[in-house]
């Protein structure tokens, strides 16, 4: 089972220390809110589990990020996704 880290998406939680751990099943849905203090959080990714530099930029980062994303349709050509 991973150990996920989140961290409050703004300022600092006093109760919780402002970042925590949990251990969390693979098919759970991302943790939104402190378990203690209820602000809203968001995961962070590891960087000793997840190397930034080797970190795939996925599909949905790709899109944030402006780009048109296209997916090879095995004929040699490019359908828009
Ligand atoms: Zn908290």
Redesign the pocket.
């Known amino acids: 089972m991973p150990i996920y880290e989140y961290e ?1 998406r703004d300022g600092d ?6 970042r ?1 751990e949990l251990r969390r099943p693979m098919d759970r849905e991302p943790l939104e809110a ?6 809203p ?1 968001r995961k962070i990714v590891s960087a000793a589990t997840t190397p930034r530099v080797a970190k795939p930029l996925s599909i949905s980062d790709a899109k944030s990020a402006g780009f048109q994303v296209l997916k090879r349709n095995g004929g040699g050509s490019y359908d828009k996704q």
């Open positions: 409050p939680c006093k109760i919780c220390g402002g925590f402190c378990p203690v203090c209820k602000k959080v």
